[in-house]
């Protein structure tokens, strides 16, 4: 499978952006997709998950979106209330099994990043 992520930009605090993530390659609506993202220095941390319902970490939980189009094979991360924390490289990724899992290991499979900067 592929992921193609993109949607990423500089954007100020308190604004708004939607990541998409396309995929190609499987069968997409049962596939669990996640978001993660990864700023300066720190691991790559969880943000959202969905499949058949959605799971969020709790520091972008009210403000963060996850939504999917299995037509389009498409995800959507829509961020609203962005903060200067928020700023990172956010990936997409896709796991076969069920589960909304927490944990990059869990993936096998990545888009390659897109890096969201919010100024404060």
């Known amino acids: 499978v592929q992921l193609q992520a993109s949607g990423g930009g500089l954007m100020q605090a308190g604004g708004s952006l939607r990541l998409s993530c396309a995929a190609s390659?499987?069968?997409?609506?049962?596939?669990?997709m996640g978001w993660f993202r990864q700023a300066p220095g720190k691991e790559r941390e969880f943000v959202a998950a969905?499949?058949?319902?959605?799971r969020y970490a709790d520091s972008v939980k009210g403000r963060f979106t996850t939504s999917r189009d299995n037509a389009r094979k498409t995800v959507y991360l829509q961020m609203s209330s962005l903060k200067p924390e928020d700023t990172a490289v956010y990936y997409c990724?896709?796991?076969?099994?069920?589960?909304?899992?927490?944990?990059?290991?869990?993936?096998?499979?990545w888009g390659q990043g897109t890096l969201v900067t919010i100024s404060s």
């Open positions: 990724a896709a796991r076969d099994l069920p589960g909304l899992q927490v944990t990059t290991g869990k993936y096998p499979y």
């Open positions: 969905s499949g058949g319902s959605t």
């Open positions: 390659g499987r069968t997409f609506s049962s596939t669990v």
